[in-house]
């Protein structure tokens, strides 16, 4: 990366040589033009490891365009999507139009899961080889349960044969139920039904132990509760393939935000208990934590208005990503360097596009200091949901260099 101040350009020793190279066809005039007094950061092309962008089947909700040309205007040139959109990206022969269309569209380059199994209906593998020969980076069921154990097990062997990665979203269904809420006293004084911690917890355990039985690689995305973080330790002290992320609402945001169902905090997996907010804290600077994903989730003005439990849960997250991002920085829970690596060039390891990523290149100017207001002029995304909403904020990208 590269500090500028006061329109002093100079590299840092842990830029890629290639994000390097792509700073130095842009003109020091050009820079100069962008900075000011304050601190102003160079980073590589951010990647987002989870973000739905409702297109194909929920364009009500955002489109390839709107939310791709976000995502850029963000830092966001890489962005990997879920399976679970309508169809389910289970046909390896589309998802090269799928990937074009972003490109085209949005400016983005897109990094599609394929369904793990078919339908997403966790009765049998889908078709694994159609979805590698089409581009698929890894294969999910998303948060869609499994029949049962055996078959988690029998895909998860199918898998291996193509040396498939596997994403996984811990939830045991049988424990989750139709919670909406952490499982504390904020869910029991309004009300609400709760998902406790251990629905992830058992899930992860389980999921853990089958990785390691048909030895596949996985990455387990969006962890939320103490217990999540103390199995990855012992997976990682195990020396097993893995790797996982959090969603960046669940580091600044707790159950507490929920008080007076406020449904603009509803996501699932829900917002946690302040403790398990600082045990993930803790993970992320130990480095048990390997990413931070945005878990983009846009929604059009009605998905909200129902009451708590019936509304749409989802956060639209990639306006404010760069915001919070920086206060880890000046919070100490990260260094600026280990903040590239969570946000950058570990989510393209675990995706399994570093060449792809060093050969495209690019760099995000960062003003870490500019102050904006949450509003629905100042976010790009066609989803206003977020529980930031008319905050004042600090720290926003400034200009992206792609292309």
């Known amino acids: 990366m590269v500090h500028i101040t006061n329109s002093d350009v100079h590299m840092h020793d842990l830029l890629p040589k290639v994000f390097k190279e792509s700073l ?3 003109a020091t005039a050009q820079l100069a033009k962008l900075t000011s007094e304050r601190e102003t950061w160079i980073l590589p092309p951010l990647v987002d490891l989870c973000a739905r962008l409702r297109e194909p089947g929920q364009q009500q909700h955002g489109t390839l365009e709107s939310e791709g040309r976000a995502a850029r205007a963000n830092g966001f040139l890489h962005v990997v999507i879920p399976p679970d959109t309508n169809p389910i990206l289970e046909n390896g022969s589309l998802l090269k139009g799928l990937r074009e269309r ?16 078919a339908g997403l209906e966790g009765e049998r593998p889908s078709n694994i080889a159609g979805l590698k020969k089409g581009g698929c980076i890894a294969v999910s069921n998303a948060r869609r349960p499994f029949q049962n154990d055996l078959v988690l097990l029998r895909t998860l062997e199918y898998a291996a044969t193509f040396g498939m990665k596997v994403f996984f979203y811990p939830d045991e269904p049988s424990l989750s139920g139709d919670g909406v809420a952490h499982e504390g006293y904020i869910a029991s004084y309004h009300g609400l039904q709760g998902i406790p911690w251990i629905a992830e917890t058992v899930a992860l355990s389980t999921q853990l132990l089958m990785m390691e039985e048909t030895g596949i690689a996985a990455h387990f995305s ?12 012992w997976a990682k002290d195990k020396g097993l393939p893995v790797t996982c992320d959090v969603a960046m609402h669940q580091l600044y945001l707790t159950d ?4 007076g169902f406020n449904a603009q905090a509803y996501v699932l997996p829900p917002l946690r208990s302040n403790t398990d907010q600082q045990a993930i804290r803790r993970g992320l600077k130990d480095g048990t934590i390997d990413a931070i994903c945005s878990h983009h989730e846009p929604l059009n003005s009605t998905a909200k208005k129902a009451p708590f439990a019936e509304s749409t849960p989802g956060i639209s997250n990639f306006d404010t990503f760069m915001a919070l991002a920086c206060q880890l920085v000046k919070d100490n829970v990260l260094t600026l360097e280990q903040l590239v690596d969570k946000i950058c060039l570990n ?3 675990i995706a399994g596009i570093s060449e792809q990523y060093e050969t495209i290149g690019g760099a995000v100017l960062v003003d870490p200091n500019l102050e904006w207001q949450v509003t629905s002029e100042s976010m790009l995304s066609n989803g206003k949901n977020t529980p930031f909403f008319n905050q004042t904020l600090q720290g926003r990208v400034v200009e992206t260099f792609f292309g």
């Open 102 to 117: 972003a490109l085209e569209d949005g400016g983005i380059y897109l990094h599609i899961l394929g369904a793990l199994t």
């Open 347 to 349: 989510p393209a390891k």
């Open 256 to 259: 507490d935000n929920l008080e």
């Open 222 to 233: 969006q962890l939320s509760c103490k217990s999540s973080i103390e199995l990855m330790r």
């Open 24 to 26: 130095s066809q842009i």
